[in-house]
C-alpha cells in the first residue's frame, strides 16, 4: 500500500464522517445565501480543529465535500479523461 492509497479520513468511523458531512453541506447552505462566514469543527485523532469559511472559499468548501462524500462512498471518484494515443 502506498501513501496514496491512505485516506486523509483514516480513522473516523462512518458516523462521525457523515456528521462532518452534514455540517459541511450546511455551511456551504448558508455560505451561498449570504452569510459572510461559517465555521466547520472536527475531531481526528490528533486533535479538535476548526476551519472557517467565507464566501470565497466555496470552491474549498465543495471540494470537502466531494472528499467526504467519496469516503462514505455516495460518489465515485471522477475518471480520468480518455486521450487517444498517437
Known amino acids: 500500500?502506498?501513501?496514496?492509497?491512505?485516506s486523509?479520513?483514516?480513522?473516523?468511523?462512518?458516523?462521525?464522517?457523515?456528521?462532518?458531512?452534514?455540517?459541511?453541506?450546511?455551511?456551504?447552505i448558508e455560505l451561498s445565501s449570504g452569510k459572510s462566514a461559517v465555521s466547520v469543527s472536527y475531531a481526528q485523532g490528533d486533535g479538535s480543529k476548526s476551519v472557517t469559511y467565507r464566501s470565497?472559499?466555496?470552491a474549498a468548501l465543495t471540494r470537502l465535500i466531494r472528499m467526504l462524500q467519496q469516503e462514505l462512498g455516495l460518489i465515485t471518484r471522477a475518471r480520468r479523461a480518455i486521450r487517444p494515443v498517437f
Do not use: W
Not at 500500500?1 to 491512505?6: A, E, L, N, T
Not at 479520513?9 to 450546511?26: D, H, K, P, R, V
Open 56 to 58: 470565497v472559499d466555496l
Open 1 to 6: 500500500m502506498s501513501i496514496d492509497d491512505v
Open 8 to 28: 486523509i479520513f483514516a480513522g473516523m468511523t462512518t458516523g462521525q464522517l457523515q456528521a462532518y458531512l452534514t455540517s459541511a453541506q450546511q455551511a456551504f
